[in-house]
């Protein structure tokens, strides 16, 4: 197994084994107390395809605003969480590996929270053509994330071969995890490179929030 392979493999072992605890930022952390405030300025709206959709925290306020949610996560854990969060809500969760899951149909919107820098540099254009599989034409990928100061709060790993962290859980066991802290100019100058037409901005001290729409297919 290389050593991608195992850091991605060691990455959804964490995810499982954090389920219980995942919430515990969005009640101590400042900038993630109000959810409705970092997706007020996002244009989620139609059918929503949601990657990565945790327990269910962006996934109810994407329901609200949506025709319906099509939520996808890796970690069987995270998606009861989900289902429990989301009662009532036309909701459809699907559980895939995103790295090798293909999008069945056409979405609105595509969101993402805190997937994105999860994702290894080597599987970034791998990653976006998933996303542009995903979108109907005039659809648009939304995402918010990590930026540059988040790094501060984490135990970031030093001269490892794919950006990665170490993140504890309760029980005081440890595990690596991919953690590449793109900053908003990068990040749209590494989409616009792709093709997309993107734009991505700071959102207070530690997150950033962006758009991005697909390249335009060529005619002829």
């Known amino acids: 197994m290389g050593e991608l392979d195992e850091l991605l493999r060691t990455q959804a072992a964490y995810y499982r084994a954090h389920a219980g605890e995942y919430d515990l930022a969005y009640e101590t952390n400042e900038e993630l107390r109000s959810l409705e405030v970092l997706a007020a300025g996002l244009p989620i709206g139609g059918d929503v395809l949601e990657l990565a959709c945790g327990t269910g925290q962006w996934t109810r306020l994407l329901a609200a605003r949506g025709r319906s949610v099509t939520a996808v996560d890796a970690a069987p854990e995270m998606v009861t969480r989900a289902r ?98 793109r900053d908003p100019h990068g990040l749209t100058q590494e989409l616009e490179g792709l093709g997309w037409s993107a734009h991505a901005w700071p959102v207070g001290a530690t997150l950033m929030a962006g758009l991005a729409a697909p390249p335009t297919p060529a005619e002829g």
């Open 84 to 181: 429990d969060r989301t009662i009532g809500l036309d909701v459809e969760f699907i559980e895939a590996d995103l790295f090798e899951w293909r999008p069945p149909r056409r979405f609105d919107t595509v969101f993402f929270g805190f997937w994105l820098s999860h994702v290894p540099p080597e599987r970034f254009g791998d990653f976006w053509r998933l996303v542009g599989d995903a979108l109907a034409p005039a659809g648009r990928a939304c995402f918010v994330d990590s930026a540059p100061g988040d790094m501060a709060n984490e135990d970031v790993l030093a001269d490892q071969p794919v950006p990665a962290v170490r993140r504890r859980l309760a029980d005081g066991g440890a595990h690596r995890i991919v953690k590449v802290f």
